[in-house]
């Protein structure tokens, strides 16, 4: 049965335009009638859906995938049967993914740090809950407001019973995978970092690490062959960023990174500490001073110095125009402004809405919240009372700063102020304790146009921004959030 516009599935998702396809399913964009949401809905391929081995296996990996809620990976929202259909509905992101990003070529190697980085974290709120991606490839990579997003959890192992050696089903895959999972041996999430290892080394290089005729034969090669460092085929990569590249891809998984967080941390250590090394310039030397030069050499630099310490002194704010001179020393402010590295900076929002949730709440445009700009906005969805109805006990948005560090204070823009909130943090984005209390002891805030909250003891890498009660707007019970901003202690 073939899929088309206007299609209706579960009674509910109405497919309006396909976005991609591949050797497994194509993915449409639709519409979710019951929620009045676009989602993105994948129809696996006839093949697939009429083997009912491959079904069993792939409702329970569904399901599992259903149960990540983090901003590096892309939520799971429901799966089903309808006819000779089998789907699975997702949230829709119609951004770039890392593949078409590598058709341009190589990424430098700050930005494909970066990239990388994002696909670790996702991997590691994975791990953390057991689940093993076993299809890590640039093509389930995608960027959304600048941040990095990992889909397909458990896919793979549901179409191929857990090793991906059936024959034909390498095509596509092959390149990315670890020599475990080419040779049918145990395979455990060391493997997905292995294929962040190889998506880090084409990112830096423009290919992959080892290179053949057909898939299967590029696959097998890593069973026996040590790849070339990726600094012998492009300069300009610092050492470090190498050294985790190919400790990524040893062939035996003890000696690889042992987590996603340990891989994590190794590329916030060395990128940008070991810059490559560099021949130095070739200057010509230069003539010597003639006679006439050399008598006026010291009255020159003697005015030349001092010109060069009234323009620092200008420069550094110690002087200021004025005086019998021309210059004076500057009278220091009674308040100095906040230092600029004590503002923090945010790595990606998520909209959060656990259950009884759906799992969303305009998470698309959560990263509105931290762009700079207070004229776009995230909100909530409509609700027919304060309390959020009555079906929830609340939603909120989840900030990701990168690392644990220390967090002094918090802003929020409010263009429509008057809803309730509380304050949560967490180490890893996987649970939240109690919420926070500020200096006065309150733990339970009313949004202002601007609310600036001071802990006196916060340290988390998560912020949850958790809305308890909404307000009023244009005859709906909403939250509004135009900016969000983080300052260290």
């Not at 129809?43 to 491959?54: K, N, P, T």
């Not at 060069?308 to 125009?321: K, S, T």
């Not at 949730?357 to 969805?381: I, L, M, Q, Y």
């Amino acid at each position: 049965m073939e899929t088309e516009h206007g299609q209706r599935l579960a009674g509910r998702y109405v497919l309006d335009s396909p976005l991609a396809s591949g050797g497994m399913a194509e993915v449409w964009r639709a519409h979710d009638e019951v929620l009045g949401r676009p989602v993105a809905v994948k129809v696996l391929h006839e093949h697939l859906a009429s083997d009912e081995g491959f079904l069993d296996r792939f409702r329970r990996e569904a399901v599992t995938a259903a149960r990540l809620s983090h901003p590096g990976v892309v939520r799971v929202f429901d799966t089903g049967v309808d006819g000779e259909l089998c789907f699975i509905v997702m949230e829709l992101y119609e951004g770039a993914t890392l593949a078409d990003r590598l058709k341009d070529g190589p990424i430098p190697p700050e930005e494909a740090a970066r990239i990388a980085r994002g696909m670790l974290d996702g991997l590691a709120h994975a791990h953390e809950h057991e689940i093993v991606h076993r299809d890590v490839k640039p093509g389930n990579v995608l960027f959304h407001g600048g941040h990095v997003k990992l889909a397909d959890f458990g896919i793979a192992k549901a179409a191929f019973g857990g090793d991906l050696t059936t024959t034909g089903s390498l095509l596509g895959t092959a390149r990315y995978l670890a020599p475990e999972q080419v040779d049918a041996a145990a395979v455990d999430h060391r493997a997905d970092l292995y294929s962040v290892g190889v998506v880090l080394y084409e990112m830096l290089t423009g290919r992959t690490p080892f290179e053949a005729d057909t898939a299967i034969a590029e696959a097998t090669l890593r069973l026996t062959e040590e790849p070339t460092p990726p600094g012998a085929l492009r300069g300009g990569i610092p050492r470090g960023l190498e050294e985790v590249v190919m400790r990524a891809l040893a062939r035996d998984p003890d000696r690889r990174f042992q987590s996603a967080a340990e891989m994590r941390d190794a590329l916030d250590h060395t990128v940008g500490t070991a810059p490559p090394v560099l021949p130095p310039l070739r200057r010509e030397p230069e003539p010597g001073p003639s006679f006439f030069r050399a008598w006026m050499l010291v009255p020159i630099v003697a005015i030349l110095v001092a010109a060069a310490a009234i323009v620092a002194g200008l420069l550094l704010g110690r002087l200021e125009l004025g005086g019998p001179l021309g210059v004076r020393p500057r009278s220091e402010p009674t308040t100095p402004p906040p230092a600029a590295e004590d503002l923090l900076t945010v790595q990606s929002v998520s909209a959060h809405d656990p259950p009884p949730g759906d799992g969303d709440e305009h998470g698309g445009d959560a990263p509105n919240t931290v762009d700079g700009d207070p004229s776009t906005v995230w909100r909530t969805e409509g609700y027919t009372t304060a309390d959020l109805g009555g079906i929830k006990p609340g939603v909120g948005l989840i900030f990701d700063l990168g690392a644990t560090v220390d967090i002094a204070s918090i802003e929020l823009q409010a263009p429509a102020p008057g809803w309730t909130f509380e304050v949560h943090a967490s180490s890893d984005g996987s649970s939240f304790g109690d919420p926070l209390a500020d200096d006065g002891g309150a733990s339970s805030f009313t949004a202002e146009e601007t609310t600036t909250l001071a802990f006196p003891e916060a340290r988390a890498r998560y912020v949850l921004i958790w809305i308890t009660e909404l307000a009023e707007v244009e005859g709906d019970y909403r939250a509004v959030i135009a900016e969000a901003g983080f300052t260290g202690g």
